[in-house]
């Protein structure tokens, strides 16, 4: 299990990257218009994901860089929505492990007629 470091004066802090994965998909889906995490990691333009897991963290030198595949709402603007989870997970996972988010990269998965209101 991968974690990261954060180290201060009083000590260090370990958080597992499946942690962080958890609190940006929890983000993710306070979202008006997200209908939840895709099952399954979107594949854009027909490329396959790196991982299997539809919500996926990598820090680097202490700066993450967040992968989240959702399934938005009928009838909402998929990129006011996917604008709005880049927002939202970037400040959630920053201010709750203080840990710097360069990038939150949102892939829109399945279609929007499979997502039952």
Known sequence: MKESTINDTIGSLKIAEDVLEKIAGIAAKEVEGVAGIAPEPAKPFGIAPKSSKPVQIAVTNDVAVVRVSINVRPKARVA?????????????????????????????GGGLEDVKE
């Open 80 to 108: 006011e929505v996917a604008k709005n989870v880049q927002k939202h997970v970037k400040s959630v996972v920053q201010s709750m492990t203080g840990i710097a988010v360069a990038q939150v990269v949102v892939a829109v």
